[in-house]
């Protein structure tokens, strides 16, 4: 075979290759975590999958399927319905399995929150794969531009419309937080120069009258929460009492970006830092570290920490903010977790509440902690104990 009639070949393969490719419909956008993007008939807010028609073709979709499980590819088939070119089509993936006369299309099955396989098949043959992805609230994952090789996760999600790119204020932190053995300094950097970053060190959300951040930040006793929440009362005062010995603290930095009037572009970040040489010593074990607003424990009407307004003195065995219940007296918080190697586990936002019976009535107390889609993620992604995946 010549060198020129072998070029030719490859060039028509490719050119087959792309044509085929080009008649598939296409999975274009979806999301396992749609937690107020978009709503269906019944005011609920279900996964979908959105479908993509990128040919000069109006396809028939009867023939296609829609699946996440690779042996049972022909799990959901589309009803007769006609997708003209370069149009979308919508689908609630949430187990309903019907059609509504104004054109809402649900499938049979919904899209496991932890991630799993979608697949796009006709007659039996898989046009489209798209692996397990974990996706946090109201973030899709699609194709920029629509139907290219282009991948990734979008935080602007747009079910039934073109996909854009977003971009979205973020800060970094040069060095993220656990466990080290001297003191050192972190820089703070953000994606837009217009925008200022606000600090604080005391576990608050920071605000317009928090640290300015101008300089790297040098980790040091001198940033040391001054905070002594050891002197409040968290319980009935005839069992209150002072610990005989004072508790090391760690330093936390809590970041946000900040506009003009004080509201919050993008997401507050927050790191904990575990310094060997300031004191703390973790004695091999995993550590914990949980930051929460001030008032949301320690508030006499909202605080969950202390006996507060719900308290009565004739029945302090069960009365007091503390033995309240419900998502009510749930606060949101950060949560993290650090192996004793140094390893993280996760940084998230959670709720707390406070957990047990009689033990709410102690200074230490009992508490719980709730990954939930409204605070971004569903889970703790996470593998903490032996016999369980995550928790």
């Known amino acids: ?89 919508l689908v609630f993936a949430s187990g309903k399995d019907t059609v ?31 692996s397990a992805i974990v996706l946090g609230k109201n973030q899709s994952f699609g194709y920029f531009p629509d139907a290219s090789q282009n991948a990734l996760v979008l935080n602007h999600a747009t079910p039934g419309f073109s996909n854009e790119l977003v971009e979205i204020e973020e800060i970094t932190f040069s060095q993220r937080g656990g466990i080290y053995d001297t003191c050192f300094t972190i820089e703070l950097s953000k994606k837009f120069p217009e925008n200022d970053i606000y600090y604080t060190i005391n576990g608050s959300i920071p605000g317009l009258n928090d640290k300015l951040y101008t300089e790297p930040i040098l980790l040091s006793e001198s940033i040391i929460s001054p905070e002594d929440y050891d002197s409040i009362n ?46 703390i010593d973790h004695e091999n074990f995993p550590i914990i570290s949980i930051s929460i607003e001030y008032e949301d424990l320690f508030d006499y009407y909202k605080g969950i920490f202390v006996s507060g307004v719900t308290f009565d003195p004739e029945h302090p065995e069960w009365t007091g903010n ?6 009510e007296w749930e606060r949101e918080i950060n949560l993290e977790f650090y192996e004793s190697n140094n390893e993280i586990g996760f940084n998230q936002i959670a709720g707390l509440r406070t957990h047990g019976g009689a033990v709410r009535l102690f200074l230490q107390k009992g508490l719980k902690v709730y990954a939930d889609l409204s605070y971004g993620m569903d889970r703790f992604y996470y593998k903490m104990y032996d016999n369980n995946e995550v928790s």
């Open 1 to 89: 075979m010549s060198k020129k009639l072998f070029i030719i070949n490859v060039v028509i393969c490719i050119f087959i290759y792309q044509l085929l490719n080009a008649q598939s419909l296409v999975i274009n956008e979806f999301s396992s975590s749609n937690y107020d993007l978009i709503y269906d008939f019944q005011g609920e807010t279900p996964d979908w999958i959105e479908i993509f028609n990128n040919t000069e073709d109006t396809i028939d979709l009867s023939s296609y399927y829609l699946s996440d499980n690779f042996n049972q590819i022909n799990k959901w088939n589309f009803p007769q319905i006609m997708i003209v070119p370069d149009s979308f089509l």
């Open 100 to 130: 509504l006369n104004n054109g809402e299309v649900h499938s049979n099955f919904s899209i496991n929150s932890e991630g799993e396989n979608l697949y796009l098949s006709e007659d039996g043959h898989v046009l489209q794969d798209i």
């Open 234 to 279: 968290m319980t009935p005062n005839e069992e209150f009492f002072i610990p005989f010995v004072k508790s090391k603290n760690s330093i936390l930095i809590r970041a946000a970006v900040l506009d003009s009037l004080g509201n919050i572009i993008g997401e507050v970040k927050t790191n904990s830092y575990f310094i060997r040489d300031l004191g």
């Open 322 to 327: 503390y033995y309240k219940r419900g998502e």
